[in-house]
């Protein structure tokens, strides 16, 4: 492989733009889930008076309907990954991400204005819908950008900026709504999306348009591309091949745990009467920041794990998967963190699962740009993406009620099994890594008529 020195580096500012993108994008979706613990923020949304108290059947209800908020959202995230994809790879990325950025900050803005759980539910709707542009916009922009050889690193990189996003609404989000009421945390946090809107807007482009490219990197980044234009497909078509649904499994399987990580870590946290330790909001910040930082070190770690062994010779096959189940086994031990009554042993262990889960992801995403072509990898992520949040939607509905009924410990099993079952499903639906290629794509096209 060449490296950056020879073949030149403006190609990762381009990765510094997709994460600084990731982490507002994550700021914007993770507020909700620190201020849910807020509790002026909890009697609004019931409707409960200020100075009446706050029942633990109070509670209790408003965790489902949380959870049924959280469900929406990924309803309108699973349906975005259906449009977004498509139309990504036929508008371009520059015009596709800038829809989504513009949809998610208005919905972010527009959830300062909420009076009740109806409200919330439309605009974390709308919010879901908006973000599902993120990942498909920044995996696509990865195989415009990067040979092979670089894109689960790249992909790692600008994955980190996931939990950069946590992280900075952990420190920031508590103190805005301690200081200025939860109403500030919605509308600061919003407001960033418009500046990434215009930052996104003039700065990005095709590698081929780019004047600031110089020729010899430009030849490095496509030194492994395919000489022919390829064909353009159809997401029926995608859905017939089998790289398609082992994405898609391993998007099924894994999507969820996060989120439930990112929508119920802050209440596991305050609400867990097995820790000898609960936090608030005046005391998430530097345990968030822990798991965060470690979390950013997976993702980094995973991503350069993976690529490593394909420089010691190892096939892509090989390197994915090992990488992937190196990962599975970090995450078996998290169903711990629910029985331990040490909260420095729950952080030490959530912090190992998510590090764990951020390098399964970078992997994950270098997937779709590994075994398709560029055209479609847009909308195969999209289809992943779609499969992921369907999974999300399903556990979302279901966490408030178990969590309300058994406390976490289901949860965390289900973290435990998901990702060495989804390994299992992968290596049995693909043996190999093979890519498709553009002779299939047109072989088939040819056959049904469409080229």
């Given at each position: 492989m060449q490296t950056t020195t020879t073949s030149g580096s403006f190609r990762w500012r381009i990765v510094a733009l997709l994460?600084?993108?990731?982490?507002?994008?994550?700021?914007?979706?993770?507020?909700?889930?620190?201020?849910?613990?807020?509790?002026?923020?909890?009697?609004?949304?019931?409707?409960?008076?200020?100075?009446?108290?706050?029942?633990?059947?109070?509670?209790?209800?408003?965790?489902?309907?949380?959870?049924?908020?959280?469900?929406?959202f990924k309803f309108a995230y699973a349906i975005g990954f259906l449009l977004v994809g498509w139309l990504i790879d036929r508008i371009g990325t520059r015009r596709g991400f800038a829809l989504g950025i513009t949809v998610w900050s208005i919905a972010a803005v527009l959830t300062t204005f909420v009076q009740n759980m109806v409200g919330l539910r439309w605009a974390r709707a709308l919010l879901g819908l908006g973000e599902s542009?993120?990942?498909?916009?920044?995996?696509?922009?990865?195989?415009?950008?990067?040979?092979?050889?670089?894109?689960?690193?790249?992909?790692?990189?600008?994955?980190?900026?996931?939990?950069?996003?946590?992280?900075?609404?952990?420190?920031?989000?508590?103190?805005?709504?301690?200081?200025?009421?939860?109403?500030?945390?919605?509308?600061?946090?919003?407001?960033?999306?418009?500046?990434?809107?215009?930052?996104?807007?003039?700065?990005?482009?095709?590698?081929?348009?780019?004047?600031?490219?110089?020729a010899e990197e430009l030849a490095y980044i496509r030194s492994d591309d395919d000489k022919v234009k390829p064909p353009k497909v159809s997401w029926g078509r995608l859905l017939g091949y089998k790289q398609t649904w082992a994405f898609a499994v391993g998007k099924f399987m894994a999507d969820p745990i996060w989120w439930f990580y990112m929508s119920w870590l802050p209440d596991f946290f305050n609400s867990n009467d097995a820790l000898?330790?609960?936090?608030?909001?005046?005391?998430f910040g530097v345990p968030f920041l822990i798991i965060y930082v470690v979390s950013d070190a997976g993702s980094i770690f995973f991503g350069?794990?993976?690529?490593?062994?394909?420089?010691?010779?190892?096939?892509?096959?090989?390197?994915?998967?090992?990488?992937?189940?190196?990962?599975?086994?970090?995450?078996?031990?998290?169903?711990?963190?629910a029985q331990t009554s040490s909260l420095t042993v729950a952080i030490a262990l959530i912090s190992l699962a998510t590090a764990a889960h951020q390098g399964w992801s970078a992997n994950m995403y270098t997937f779709a740009s590994d075994l398709f072509p560029k055209n479609v990898v847009a909308s195969v992520t999209g289809i992943g993406g779609m499969f992921g949040a369907v999974g999300g939607i399903l556990l979302a509905l279901l966490a408030g009620r178990i969590i309300t009924a058994f406390g976490y410990l289901p949860m965390f099993?289900?973290?435990?099994?998901?990702?060495?079952?989804?390994?299992?499903?992968?290596?049995?639906?693909?043996?190999?890594?093979?890519?498709v290629t553009l002779e299939e794509l047109e072989a088939e096209l040819t056959v049904s008529g469409k080229l």
């Open positions: 994460f600084l993108a990731t982490t507002i994008n994550y700021v914007d979706r993770q507020v909700l889930s620190f201020t849910m613990t807020d509790e002026i923020f909890r009697k609004e949304m019931l409707d409960i008076a200020p100075e009446a108290d706050l029942t633990k059947e109070a509670t209790d209800r408003f965790k489902v309907l949380y959870g049924d908020v959280d469900a929406a542009a993120n990942f498909p916009s920044a995996i696509k922009t990865v195989a415009e950008w990067f040979p092979k050889s670089e894109r689960s690193f790249a992909n790692g990189l600008f994955n980190a900026g996931t939990n950069v996003g946590i992280i900075l609404t952990a420190m920031a989000v508590p103190y805005l709504i301690l200081q200025f009421g939860w109403r500030s945390s919605f509308f600061i946090t919003g407001v960033l999306g418009f500046g990434l809107l215009i930052l996104w807007w003039f700065t990005y482009s095709k590698p081929e348009r780019n004047p600031k490219l110089s000898d330790q609960k936090l608030d909001l005046k005391s350069w794990l993976s690529t490593q062994f394909m420089n010691f010779g190892w096939s892509a096959n090989r390197a994915r998967k090992t990488t992937m189940l190196i990962c599975a086994l970090c995450i078996v031990p998290i169903f711990f963190a099993i289900i973290a435990s099994c998901a990702y060495l079952i989804a390994l299992v499903i992968i290596h049995l639906v693909l043996p190999r890594l093979e890519p």
